[in-house]
């Protein structure tokens, strides 16, 4: 989508500090980070939100799934972390292109605000 912010990074016309890559997906450091370690997981195709995904997306969505597993033991969240998905208004979603937030590094508060 052109005039999206996360597709401009994946097509590298955006910026971004990019942590892995494969055919498929793109991490990347949040830059505005809500914890020590604040990484965004993003498909390469533009899908709005977890509200737009379909039975089609099964196996990105669980590739995605196990590369967060991965990216966060690379890390050394061993003590534990976030995986977050905000969707849609009520879910305070800013960009609208599918990510999930893998935060970590502190001791996180539940429930959300
Ligand atoms: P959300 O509110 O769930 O839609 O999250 C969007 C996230 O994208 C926020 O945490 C922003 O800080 C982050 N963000 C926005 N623009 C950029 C960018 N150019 N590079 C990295 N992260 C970004
Ligand atoms: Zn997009």
Known sequence: MSDCI????VS???????????????????IEPKAPIHILI???????SMDQVSIED???????????????????????YRVVNNCGEDGFQTVKHLHFHLLGGRKM????G
């Open 6 to 9: 996360f597709c401009k990074i």
């Open 58 to 80: 099964q196996n990105l969505l669980g590739k995605m799934m196990i590369k967060i597993r991965e990216i966060a033991s690379i890390l050394k969240l061993d003590n534990g």
């Open 42 to 48: 993003i498909p390469k195709i533009h899908i709005q």
């Open 12 to 30: 590298k016309e955006i910026p971004a500090d990019i942590v892995y890559e494969d055919d498929d997906m793109l991490a990347f450091k949040d």
């Open 109 to 112: 508060q539940w429930p959300p």
